[in-house]
């Protein structure tokens, strides 16, 4: 992954642009606003059918303490990559219980946090 790394860490910020130039492109040949939304619609459909085919991640599960889940889905995805290793192999530690838990209500009561938040929430309200 030496030279991909930083494509693929990239890679989830492709996809605002890519929709966004689909969505042009939605409009460009459909010029009836009722077809560009079914259309959309549509794409998003599928976008939530696909969400049962994905596995959960392990880092998730990791932290669930739900370890024979995550250790099943390393497997899988190290057999994908050609390069098989059973569960049983799979050495994961289960995470501290002081940084599981925590709260919405917790940023809030930390009066520099509260400011971030509410900066970055009326950012995204005003754009």
């Given at each position: 992954?030496?030279?991909?790394?930083?494509?693929?860490?990239?890679?989830?910020?492709?996809?605002?642009?890519?929709?966004?130039?689909i969505i042009a492109g939605l409009a460009y040949g459909f010029r009836d606003w009722h077809w560009h939304l079914r259309c959309i619609s549509a794409l998003v459909a599928v976008g939530a059918v696909i969400l049962f085919w994905l596995p959960?991640?392990?880092r998730w599960l990791i932290a669930r303490s739900r370890m024979d889940e995550a250790?099943?889905?390393?497997?899988?995805a190290s057999k994908r990559n050609g390069k098989?290793?059973?569960p049983e192999q799979i050495v994961l530690t289960k995470p501290s219980a002081g940084g599981s838990k925590g709260s919405f209500l917790d940023i809030?009561?930390?009066?520099?946090?509260?400011?971030?938040?509410?900066?970055?929430?009326?950012?995204?309200?005003t754009t």
């Open positions: 992954a030496g030279k991909w790394k930083i494509y693929l860490g990239m890679s989830m910020n492709y996809s605002w642009p890519v929709c966004r130039l959960e991640s392990p250790k099943k889905i390393l497997s899988d098989p290793v059973e809030m009561r930390h009066p520099t946090l509260r400011l971030h938040v509410l900066i970055m929430y009326f950012n995204w309200f």
